[in-house]
């Protein structure tokens, strides 16, 4: 894969009109054990989207428009949930969706230690479970993937196959120890990951391309964890949570279950 440095972002093209920005989050805030938080954006012909807007530090706008056909397309700015990492440069886009479950959290600004400051960037249209949104001979269609998050999405692209599931699952460690998470809704969104026929699913962070059998790996690996059959270690940054290795991801959970 061909990857290119521009002055924040590394980008790649993963599938024609399908590009990948990693944004370097272990440079940031190691202490939160992930590399890359990963955007997406993917061009039809009329308008394109993009999946999640980053930590707020680089100049996403710009990144983006170097990196369409056409540089002034239309662009919405679509989230797969609310966290920080994932919202920091939505406010610079017009036109921003979430799920209705996670819009009031963007009406906030606030701090973000060792980061900075959050913006806010209410959403001017909201995503539901079965929306497709027309950018043009393809399409995007939603999936309310709740789990890491309530209000949780993904979106299948018609053209490439490739499923942007955001913080459901990728492969590195997934944070399922916080207030957020819902660990039933999770095993349901994995399975539906792992069962969906998608070419490859699009995580949040980490290596960007999977196979969708990564799910059905990190369903297993959880039902292995809740049963008390795995390799755990305290994960300090977050005290009364341990991280649950099973090579390629591990697992953060709360240590009372
Ligand atoms: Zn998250
Ligand atoms: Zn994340």
């Known amino acids: 894969m061909q990857s290119e440095q521009s002055n924040w972002f590394t980008t790649c093209e993963l599938a024609p009109g399908v590009w990948a920005l990693?944004?370097?989050?272990?440079?940031?805030?190691?202490?939160?054990?992930?590399?890359?938080?990963?955007?997406?954006?993917?061009?039809?012909?009329?308008?394109?989207?993009?999946?999640?807007?980053?930590?707020?530090?680089?100049?996403?706008?710009?990144?983006?428009?170097?990196l369409l056909s056409t540089p002034?397309?239309?662009?919405?700015?679509?989230?797969?949930?609310?966290?920080?990492?994932?919202?920091?440069?939505?406010?610079?886009?017009?036109?921003r969706r979430i799920h209705a479950i996670e819009a009031d959290r963007l009406s906030e600004s606030y701090d973000v230690e060792n980061v900075g400051h959050m913006e806010a960037a209410p959403p001017t249209a909201l995503l539901a479970e079965g929306d497709t949104l027309d950018l043009g001979g393809r399409t995007l269609t939603v999936w309310h993937t709740p789990g890491h998050s309530p209000g949780h999405v993904s979106f299948?692209?018609?053209?490439?196959?490739?499923?942007?599931?955001?913080?459901?699952?990728?492969?590195?460690?997934l944070w399922s120890q916080t207030e957020d998470a819902n660990l039933d809704d999770w095993r349901r969104s994995l399975g539906r990951l792992?069962?969906?026929?998608?070419?490859?699913?699009?995580?949040?962070?980490?290596?960007?391309?999977?196979?969708?059998?990564?799910?059905?790996?990190?369903?297993?690996?959880?039902?292995?964890?809740?049963?008390?059959?795995?390799?755990?270690?305290?994960?300090?940054?977050?005290?009364?949570?341990?991280?649950?290795?099973?090579?390629?991801?591990?697992?953060?959970?709360?240590?009372?279950?």
């Open 156 to 173: 299948l692209d018609s053209t490439s196959g490739y499923l942007f599931c955001g913080d459901t699952c990728y492969a590195g460690t």
């Open 22 to 66: 990693q944004d370097p989050i272990g440079r940031v805030v190691p202490e939160y054990d992930v590399q890359s938080v990963n955007l997406y954006l993917i061009e039809g012909a009329d308008r394109a989207a993009l999946i999640d807007a980053g930590m707020g530090l680089g100049d996403l706008p710009a990144a983006c428009r170097a």
């Open 72 to 95: 002034d397309k239309p662009l919405m700015a679509l989230c797969t949930h609310s966290h920080w990492d994932h919202i920091g440069s939505l406010h610079h886009f017009t036109d």
């Open 194 to 257: 792992a069962g969906n026929g998608a070419r490859a699913i699009c995580g949040g962070h980490e290596e960007p391309v999977q196979e969708p059998a990564l799910a059905a790996r990190v369903l297993a690996a959880l039902d292995q964890a809740l049963a008390g059959h795995s390799q755990h270690t305290p994960f300090t940054f977050d005290p009364g949570s341990s991280k649950h290795t099973f090579g390629e991801f591990s697992i953060l959970l709360r240590d009372n279950g």
